[in-house]
């Protein structure tokens, strides 16, 4: 069981460059969710989805989308990167009501 | 607005020190608080959910606590690997699904 993976680990991108970060999850959890994390803030919700085809917007989505097509998978789109978005992103899964488990991260930089 | 709020942000203690860890939360119809560890570099782990004021929570040198405001993580004698960042999380019934956490607290415990 793998759990929850996330890709890439690790991206370097230019200002107003586009990417997708991947996170897969094995579980069959309804629940997925998106954070990033920035030195002394804790983790701060994006997005998150209660089931596949619908998503909903967290503590911090300007400059974010997200989809979820099917059900194992929760992608994370940075149309414009902006340097404010260097961070570190995690996503998670859970069921209805329970604990989440974490991916690994992906750590972004945005020059 | 769900709301959770940790102290301190940062705490030493020697080893063998018992001391505890506040999460004060602001849910509208509590459906469930987490407690996390993180290791620097990595996602956060999983400790205890606690869905009722009174409920209590125990693993090896770790007790989790919950009233109708506010959850205590006692950690009791110590020892240098507790070191880590625990941060504390809440659902509640107004979003479903949304789990949001607080700013986390940095134990450091020297030998």
């Known amino acids: 069981n793998a759990g929850v993976t996330q890709t890439p680990k690790f991206r370097v991108l230019k200002t107003g460059q586009s990417m997708t970060l991947l996170c897969a999850q094995d579980?069959?959890?309804?629940?997925m969710y998106w954070y990033r994390q920035d030195p002394g803030m804790g983790l701060r919700l994006i997005h998150y989805?209660?089931?596949?085809?619908?998503?909903a917007k967290g503590e911090v989505p300007d400059g974010y989308n997200v989809s979820r097509l099917k059900k194992q998978n929760f992608l994370l789109g940075l149309e414009s990167a902006a340097p404010s978005q260097t961070s570190v992103y995690f996503c998670?899964?859970?069921?209805?009501?329970?604990?989440?488990?974490f991916g690994q991260g992906t750590r972004l930089t945005v020059v | 607005e769900d709301q959770v709020t940790q102290s301190p942000e940062a705490l030493r203690l020697q080893e063998g020190e018992s001391s505890s860890l506040n999460c004060s939360y602001t849910?509208?119809?509590?459906?469930?608080l987490f407690w996390y560890r993180q290791d620097p570099g990595k996602g956060p782990e999983f400790l205890f959910t606690?869905?009722?004021a009174g409920e209590e929570k125990e693993k090896e040198r770790l007790k989790a606590t919950l009233t109708k405001k506010e959850s205590f993580l006692h950690i009791t004698a110590p020892k240098p690997e507790d070191s880590a960042t625990y941060l504390c999380?809440?659902?509640?019934?107004?979003?479903?699904?949304?789990?949001?956490f607080g700013q986390g607290t940095t134990l450091q415990v020297k030998p």
């Open positions: 998670a899964s859970s069921r209805m009501d329970t604990e989440a488990f």
């Open positions: 579980m069959n959890h309804e629940y």
């Open positions: 989805s209660v089931g596949e085809g619908t998503t």
């Open positions: 849910v509208s119809g509590l459906r469930g």
């Open positions: 606690l869905y009722s």
């Open positions: 999380a809440v659902r509640g019934s107004s979003n479903t699904g949304k789990l949001i």
